[in-house]
């Protein structure tokens, strides 16, 4: 099992930025997927970045290509995912979840059903 804890979310005016940080313990060999999800009030979880450790797989959502990167670092014993988000728009408002996936091979980057580890997400508010 992959805890995961999320930071560095905030309110930010559009044409902003904001860098989000997960602290990923108990991350192995089998953890073969991590990404940041976001969900605004009244629609479902959707996948914003995806990344494969260790590998070059990368997924973006449309909506967020060009603005927003996602990264993998280590600090000491503990792995550390980012997301950096600039030129922030209102559309960009939601909840922003960390998830892992372990077990088994993720086919599907952007697909929930392959993460089965998940923060308790953290509030980014872009005001226009």
């Known amino acids: 099992q992959v805890q995961l804890v999320e930071s560095g979310g905030g309110s930010v005016q559009a044409g902003g930025a904001l860098r989000l940080s997960c602290a990923a313990s108990g991350v192995s060999a089998r953890t073969f997927c991590m990404a940041w999800f976001r969900q605004a009030p009244g629609k479902e979880r959707e996948a914003v970045a995806a990344l494969k450790p260790g590998l070059r797989d990368t997924y973006y959502a449309d909506s967020v290509k060009g603005r927003f990167t996602i990264s993998l670092s280590q600090d000491n014993a503990e792995n550390i995912l980012h997301l950096q988000m600039n030129s922030l728009k209102p559309e960009d408002t939601a909840m922003y979840y960390c998830?892992?996936?372990?077990?088994?091979?993720?086919?599907?980057?952007?697909?929930?059903?392959?993460?089965?580890?998940w923060g308790q997400g953290t509030q980014v508010t872009v005001s226009s």
């Open positions: 998830a892992a996936g372990s077990d088994n091979y993720c086919y599907e980057l952007s697909l929930k059903a392959y993460y089965n580890d």
